[in-house]
């Protein structure tokens, strides 16, 4: 039996290739995912503390396997986070320190709308 490598190899690549991007369809069908980071907007004060700089102030936020992770540029104390899943009505609220680089688990949710609440009176929200 002759075999013909560059068939062989072309033929083996596609192969690959395909189970390759049918794993990942299959991942992010079954709500175990990972958003890219986003920025959190500012809601306006619900306290008579404001942040020292607001103008400097960013709130980055990333979802990562049931987990959200926070990075305040400037440290705003305790938070409240609420976490509304849009597509199951489920609400999950969570506390967390603005100074920790600490992930908060919340669980697997194809898309939510984030509210988190600050120490200083601070609002922001954001969604996936």
Known sequence: MKYNL??????TICLLAGSISYVTVADSNNGNHTQQPFKLVPKGSVGSHKTKAPSRQSVICMYDEGNLYFEFAIPEGECQLMLSDSSTGEVIVEYFDSAVSEPVYVGYHR???????TENGNTYAGEW
């Open 111 to 117: 898309t939510a709308s984030l509210t988190v609440n």
């Open 6 to 11: 560059p068939k062989l190899l072309l033929s």
